[in-house]
């Protein structure tokens, strides 16, 4: 078999980039032990609670349905630990709830939702509702195609933004209040997995028993 032309990959860049392995500067024997040292029993701290946290799971029940499930903001009353009280604000896609992780805490939420894609994007603050840089990205796929059987996967990832550090807006938060949003990073990944089991047993609870993965309360 004759193979074509090469397609003319990286021929813009003249010289080896640091960090790029690419099995033309680094074959197999000397890239193996590199991957091997990749795969730790014991990871840093930081480099698990860094700039990123990723959850996933799988959940057996029509990724269609907890896409549309998803995308109801309410839903968040049901699934998540500690946001409840969801009233529509006077902005339109707006809601006002409570986090009762702080206390008296006010949350914010736009949720931001593409059918295509099946992607969910939850845009929250603490406190104010002008500035929604707390944002949780969610994608909801078909388990058949990546899994081989019905159901879906669904993938969560928060992205550590600088404010999580700072109160962007002290101002607007009440009187002595002793955390903030950011205190709570390091158990974002235990918390967030918490929330998935729990979105997870609810849409698997309703499948079971005939029941719409999104109930009615949220289709009014």
Request: proline share 7%; charged share 20%; aromatic share 12%.
């Given at each position: 078999?004759?193979?074509?032309?090469?397609?003319?990959a990286?021929s813009?860049?003249?010289?080896?980039?640091?960090?790029?392995?690419?099995?033309?500067?680094?074959?197999?024997e000397?890239?193996?032990?590199?991957?091997?040292?990749?795969?730790?029993?014991?990871?840093?701290?930081?480099?698990?609670?860094?700039?990123?946290c990723?959850?996933?799971?799988?959940?057996?029940?029509?990724?269609?349905?907890?896409?549309?499930?998803?995308?109801?903001?309410r839903?968040?009353?049901?699934?998540?630990?500690?946001?409840?009280?969801?009233?529509?604000?006077?902005?339109?896609?707006l809601w006002?709830?409570?986090?009762?992780?702080?206390d008296?805490?006010?949350?914010?939420?736009?949720?931001?939702?593409?059918?295509?894609?099946?992607?969910?994007?939850?845009?929250?603050?603490?406190?104010?509702g002008?500035?929604l840089?707390?944002?949780?990205?969610?994608?909801?796929?078909?388990?058949?195609?990546?899994?081989?059987?019905?159901?879906?996967?669904?993938?969560?990832?928060?992205?550590?933004?600088?404010?999580?550090?700072?109160?962007?807006?002290?101002?607007?938060a009440?009187?002595?209040r002793?955390?903030?949003v950011?205190?709570?990073?390091?158990?974002?990944?235990?918390?967030?997995?918490?929330?998935?089991?729990n979105?997870?047993?609810?849409?698997?609870?309703?499948?079971?028993?005939?029941?719409?993965?999104?109930?009615?309360?949220?289709?009014?």
């Amino acid at each position: 078999m004759t193979l074509s032309n090469p397609l003319p990959a990286l021929s813009d860049i003249p010289d080896t980039i640091a960090g790029v392995l690419r099995i033309e500067n680094s074959d197999r024997e000397a890239t193996t032990p590199i991957i091997m040292d990749m795969l730790r029993s014991v990871y840093p701290h930081e480099q698990v609670f860094g700039e990123f946290c990723p959850v996933q799971g799988y959940i057996a029940a029509p990724p269609r349905e907890v896409w549309e499930y998803l995308a109801d903001t309410r839903s968040l009353e049901e699934w998540t630990y500690s946001l409840r009280g969801f009233t529509a604000t006077e902005e339109p896609g707006l809601w006002l709830a409570h986090d009762r992780l702080g206390d008296s805490t006010e949350i914010y939420t736009r949720t931001v939702a593409n059918a295509e894609a099946m992607t969910v994007d939850y845009h929250c603050a603490w406190d104010q509702g002008q500035h929604l840089w707390m944002i949780y990205l969610m994608r909801v796929i078909d388990a058949q195609a990546v899994l081989d059987k019905p159901g879906s996967v669904v993938l969560w990832v928060n992205c550590r933004h600088p404010f999580y550090d700072h109160n962007p807006y002290p101002e607007t938060a009440p009187a002595k209040r002793p955390v903030w949003v950011g205190d709570f990073w390091d158990m974002f990944a235990a918390g967030h997995q918490l929330e998935l089991d729990n979105l997870k047993a609810i849409c698997e609870y309703r499948a079971a028993h005939g029941l719409a993965i999104k109930p009615d309360w949220m289709r009014r």
